[in-house]
């Protein structure tokens, strides 16, 4: 009977030790976690000793720094423990993550289990396959065409009877897959045989993830539960058959080993809840940390929400303001111009015209120089041609100008007409539009600065109400550790009464091991509930790192904007204003031209000098010849010898030498002969006996024909032929002024337009700068302005920052707290069954080595 208790007692002890040793994996948590708050502890130690030296000391200046220094110190070493507590909660986090088999490829499939299940919601609308070409789900590419399949055998009839009834694929979504070049038929994203993951793959995946987060609340939870029945159980078997231990002491009363060991287990088991207690104080400030920076960050990217929407806006109203007027001032500047569509092929045809007209001309027009011929001036018809000497050069005269024309003046013309092109296309013609899609912009920003303040004003309420009810919050997050270390202080004293006379009192440590149970179960039922928070939190966190590559998974075509942000692009393109804003974003290239040198057309100018200067001189005509020419003729007109004078023959004068038939006092001919024809008819019938040779009386004056015919040269040809130098020559002597003042009139006109063109070319050069300036102070730099506020990437920092507090400090802290309060429970079972036996033991009186006796304390 006597060594019962012993028996009881060591199997009590057994008992604690196998609680001890399954818990001991948890336990290298905590210790992990106490060396955080140990460094806190032993520098508050330190500081106490600090301020007793300074007090010692009794100076006043001296205590001030020491007190300053205490203060950073002890800030200094919060900052320590804290970043410590961080460090081991991201650690705890990723042996969590490596426990569950968290990898990537894990966290990828979980997204993709997850879109199956919410395509399988509203499955009727996800499995509409075709719709209208019209409709904004139909399935297009960048030319607006629908992207169909490949018809062929093996496609299916619904593909070709929608596609012959004008409809389109729907785009690709959750259910259906895009189509690949090639494809015969339409793939569906899980619905087919060999899709990556099918719905039976979604679903066991779902129920991987959820096995893996419950494994993690099971434990608190049986512990609850069986806290609970032992409770009830205890207490049944206490107070109904006086069993677990009974309610009185034993007779013989306990060995001060009997009584000091529950005790002993008491103090160990009270040092882990006092540490778990600590590290979860550290961690519940970090929590609360987290949760303050989380807001700040959400106010802070609200509020940089609210002032970038108001610079996006304030260059779109002044845009929307100006762009009609800007554009009202573009036609003006530039009406009357449309001569610079031609460029300069005006001003070229005009000098091509000129040359053509004019170089190398002769007189009589038309002809042509015989080389071959014996006399000069002699045409290849044998009558009389004279060449134009300035005419000579005017080919190569006007090359020079031309070219000189095509290199100065062409590729500033091209600007010109290139910038009034772009101004009339990217500003003039669409400029309403402009204004009206802009005007739209502007009410959108309007309506999100609204609902963005809106939104800013209910996190600050929320945020208000939260440093309202901060203490509170850190109050109900140490609430279970405040009961178990009330549950250990109550207990400590019941211990000291029960170590003094005062033994009735050490029933207080009843009400303590009470309190215990309550607490283990509400201290494993809310761990469990918190941990299973904190790993959805953390799984979440994993996901939105995912995410955070590609928003296209959780926004879709949303995600575009969200990206721009991300990658510090402008919006400008995101949101297809490009087109719009074209104009002040490179569409409009205004020159920058010398004008002086753009139109410098010296060579022009030097050939029109020369042209001007040009007079009768330049044709090779001597008066003295054309005399001598018409006495020659009218020598062998006159001729004595009846073989060669017809009657009657001349004299020929110059008045009638385009009807020499009037000087033969004859009528016109009839039909119409030229002059040389009527000649060579007049003396046509004596070509037989006028032959120039012999006795000149008798067969006439010699004669020699300027171009001998290939039937030989006769007196009648040779008449004709000399008649005709004559017209000629009078030809040239009448023309040659008409040809100078022609000359002269061609090359003037061309200077005229020569002049008017780069008049032109100046007033619309001015014009561009007119509008360049007005757009450049205006519309150019408001748009500039516009693209420059539409970088976003301060959403990407806000992220950061709420991801951070929530995934680097809020996650892990409240991870932390839910293994620390499990722990606490794990140290609070033996110190309940340490209090329940310790109550009794040390309320002993009786025999044998026991306190009570060896301690006085009767």
Not at 97 to 105: D, P
Not at 435 to 453: C, F, K, P
Request: hydrophobic share 40%.
């Amino acid at each position: 009977m006597g060594q019962q208790p012993k028996t009881t007692s060591r199997k009590g002890l057994m008992g604690i030790s196998k609680k001890v040793l399954a818990t001991s994996l948890l336990v290298v948590c905590f210790i992990a976690t106490t060396n955080a708050t140990g460094h806190s502890l032993d520098v508050f130690s330190k500081l106490r000793g600090l301020n007793a030296a300074t007090f010692a000391q009794g100076g006043r200046q001296l205590e001030i720094a020491v007190s300053s220094i205490s203060t950073n110190r002890r800030l200094d070493a919060s900052s320590e423990a804290t970043a410590q507590a961080t460090k081991v909660g991201a650690s705890v986090r990723d042996a969590i993550k490596q426990l569950r088999g968290g990898t990537a490829k894990f966290y990828n499939d979980l997204i993709t289990a997850v879109k199956i299940t919410l395509c399988e919601q509203d499955l009727d609308k996800n499995t509409v396959r075709f719709v209208d070409s019209s409709s904004d789900d139909a399935y297009k590419d960048d030319n607006g065409d629908c992207v169909k399949l490949a018809i062929s055998t093996l496609s299916d009839e619904d593909a070709a009877q929608a596609y012959a009834q004008g409809q389109c694929e729907v785009k690709p979504n959750c259910y259906w897959a895009p189509i690949e070049d090639g494809d015969t038929s339409r793939a569906r994203v899980y619905a087919d045989a060999d899709s990556p993951m099918t719905k039976s793959d979604s679903e066991a995946t779902l129920k991987k993830w959820a096995t893996g987060v419950i494994g993690f609340i099971i434990p608190g939870i049986v512990l609850g539960i069986l806290s609970l029945l032992t409770m009830i159980f205890f207490f049944i078997c206490r107070c109904c058959c006086n069993r677990c231990g009974g309610r009185s002491p034993r007779e013989e009363g306990y060995t001060c080993m009997q009584k000091f060991l529950p005790l002993l287990f008491f103090l160990i088991f009270t040092i882990g809840i006092v540490g778990v207690s600590a590290a979860a104080f550290v961690y519940r400030g970090t929590m609360i940390g987290a949760v303050h920076d989380i807001f700040n960050a959400t106010t802070g990217t609200l509020d940089n929400v609210s002032n970038w929407v108001v610079d996006i806006r304030t260059p779109l109203e002044k845009i929307r303001d100006k762009v009609i007027s800007s554009a009202d001032l573009v036609t003006v500047k530039l009406d009357g111009t449309g001569f610079i569509e031609d460029g300069i092929d005006g001003l070229e045809f005009k000098l091509n015209t000129f040359s053509n007209n004019s170089a190398n001309r002769t007189l009589p027009t038309g002809c042509a120089i015989d080389d071959s011929a014996s006399q000069s001036n002699t045409a290849t018809d044998g009558g009389f041609c004279a060449p134009c000497q300035a005419c000579t050069t005017i080919s190569s005269g006007m090359k020079t100008a031309s070219d000189q024309i095509d290199k100065n003046a062409k590729p500033g013309v091209e600007q010109l007409n290139n910038v009034r092109q772009q101004l009339n296309g990217q500003l003039v013609s669409i400029s309403e539009s402009v204004r009206s899609g802009v005007d739209t912009q502007v009410g959108t920003a309007n309506d999100l600065i609204e609902m963005v303040d809106d939104v800013n004003s209910d996190v600050n309420d929320y945020e208000t109400e939260f440093q309202n009810y901060r203490d509170q919050l850190g109050y109900a997050v140490m609430g279970l550790f405040i009961i178990a270390l009330a549950v250990v202080v109550w207990g400590f004293v019941g211990i000291l009464f029960g170590l003094t006379p005062l033994k009735a009192l050490a029933n207080i440590m009843h009400f303590a091991y009470f309190i215990g149970f309550v607490a283990l179960f509400l201290t494993f039922i809310i761990s469990a509930i918190v941990l299973a928070v904190g790993v959805v939190l953390g799984d979440v966190c994993e996901v939105t790192t995912i995410f955070s590559t590609n928003w296209s998974v959780p926004l879709g075509d949303s995600a575009k904007v969200v990206d721009a942000c991300f990658n510090n692009e402008s919006l400008i393109d995101t949101f297809n204003l490009s087109s719009k804003l074209e104009f002040a974003r490179g569409g409009v290239q205004f020159p920058d031209l010398d004008v002086n040198s753009m139109l410098d057309f010296s060579e022009l100018d030097n050939f029109t000098s020369t042209i001007l200067a040009t007079n009768e001189s330049t044709f090779q005509f001597d008066d003295t010849k054309y005399d001598d020419a018409f006495t020659a003729l009218n020598r062998y007109a006159s001729q004595t010898s009846t073989s060669c004078n017809p009657s009657p023959s001349g004299p020929y004068t110059k008045a009638n030498v385009l009807q020499p038939w009037v000087d033969n006092s004859q009528s016109a001919p009839n039909p119409t002969k030229t002059p040389r024809q009527y000649i060579v008819g007049l003396y046509q019938s004596y070509d037989v006996a006028c032959t120039g040779t012999g006795s000149a009386s008798v067969n006439g004056l010699p004669f020699t024909c300027r171009k001998t015919p290939s039937t030989g040269c006769t007196f009648s040809y040779f008449m004709g032929e000399s008649f005709e130098v004559l017209v000629d020559m009078a030809g040239v002597k009448s023309g040659m002024s008409t040809f100078i003042s022609e000359l002269h009139t061609n090359v003037t006109d061309v200077n005229t337009f020569t002049s008017t063109f780069k008049g032109n070319i100046s007033s619309l050069n001015t014009a561009i700068n007119v509008i360049k300036n007005d757009l450049q102070s205006s519309l150019i730099a408001y748009v500039s302005e516009f693209e420059d506020a539409m970088r976003c990437n301060f959403l990407e920092l806000g992220y950061n920052q709420i991801y951070k507090a929530l995934c680097g400090d809020l996650m892990p802290s409240l991870t932390m707290i839910a293994l620390m309060l499990f722990l606490a429970g794990i140290f609070l079972i033996p110190v309940n069954v340490c209090l329940i036996i310790g109550v009794k033991r040390l309320k002993a009186h009786g025999n044998g080595h026991i306190m009570d006796n060896e301690m006085k304390f009767q």
